[in-house]
């Protein structure tokens, strides 16, 4: 269930071999700013196997985004978040920050819902940290509003959501 192709983007599912070019996202501190903590190359092969099991299981996990010509971009899917119990669609991305500011994620952001709503999701999420803007602005810009706060892993965190049958 990979997301189409973009004018600028293609998507592809990860792999141990995205090992380098992950680590070096996940461990970025402007990139993970909104985190606990960046992550350790570990942590960035731990989170590159826990999607290679989203995949298997849901059909769906956070895939890598590139430039069509091939070059890494960061990631953006779909993850399953427990907020209260329940568990959300959630749509979720990183770019780094050599492509930040160029409207890439929310390309990816909106192809990834795109392909959320053609796989019958009914609902999708993001949970965004209350200073994160710039996460908010993509949220915003491909259909999610504020639905609530909640606290999430011990802090203060918002949900933007949208019925996928009521975004154009």
Request: aromatic share 6%; net charge negative; hydrophobic share 40%.
């Amino acid at each position: 269930m990979l997301p189409t192709s973009t004018p600028r983007l293609r998507f592809r599912e990860m792999t141990q071999q995205d090992l380098d070019e992950m680590a070096a996202l996940l461990s970025d501190p402007e990139v993970m700013r909104h985190y606990p903590a960046p992550k350790s190359r570990q942590e960035a092969k731990d989170w590159i196997a826990w999607n290679e099991r989203n995949y298997a299981e849901h059909g769906f996990g956070l895939w890598i985004i590139e430039l069509t010509d091939g070059t890494f971009v960061g990631d953006c899917g779909l993850t399953i978040q427990k907020v209260a119990g329940e568990g959300l669609v959630e749509v979720g991305y990183h770019v780094s920050t050599a492509w930040q500011g160029r409207g890439l994620a929310t390309e990816a952001a909106g192809a990834v819902r795109d392909t959320a709503r053609d796989a019958g999701i009914p609902h999708l999420v993001a949970i965004i940290r209350p200073d994160n803007r710039p996460s908010q602005r993509v949220a915003q810009k491909i259909g999610l509003r504020l639905e609530r706060q909640i606290v999430k892993s011990g802090a203060e965190a918002l949900i933007f959501g949208a019925d996928l049958s009521a975004v154009p």
